[in-house]
């Protein structure tokens, strides 16, 4: 099965973006009340920047990534750092063959933006099974309980990702 990526520039495609994280709103499992999850998966849209879409070979949707740039405890002026919002892919595309390339078009995605990204940050729910995966990319720096579960950010060199995604077989996204 072959996937492409693309990523949502327009009103529609955004449209599309958030619709199809809505519709699996309860296989997220995030630990946030409705109302904060949104405010995360809407957030590239509010602040005027991008998320992505995963198709598969028959153009359904089976992906989305949602990125912003900047934190707010610097007023988002710390261009220099991205942060995944929203990672989610639909069950049965979940393997190693999509995250690696998802990794890799989002790393290439990042390169093209108008100003450099050095690092990449993102929050996930505790998981046993998730852990392991995580630690291959990125330093945990906090663990936070929320009143739905505790949560662990990580954090990871931008360069040292991409190197990583590039040094398996891979498209090239971008010239």
Partial sequence: MSYYFSPCRTEMYMQK?????????????????FPVTFSYIASPSFMGQEAILCYSDEY???GAIGYITGTGENDYQDTHIAQIQI???LEPYRGTLLFLRAMQFLTQHLEQIPHEVKELRFWAPVDDRLRPLFAKLAERTTTVETENGFLEEYRASFPDLHSLATRFRHDKYYN
């Avoid at 973006?17 to 009340?33: D, G, K, M, T, V």
Wanted: zero cysteines; aromatic letters at 26%.
């Fill in 17 to 33: 973006y958030l619709e199809f994280l809505l519709e699996h709103y309860r296989e997220l499992n995030l630990p946030y009340s």
């Fill in 60 to 62: 359904e949707i089976i």
């Fill in 87 to 89: 990672a989610y892919f």
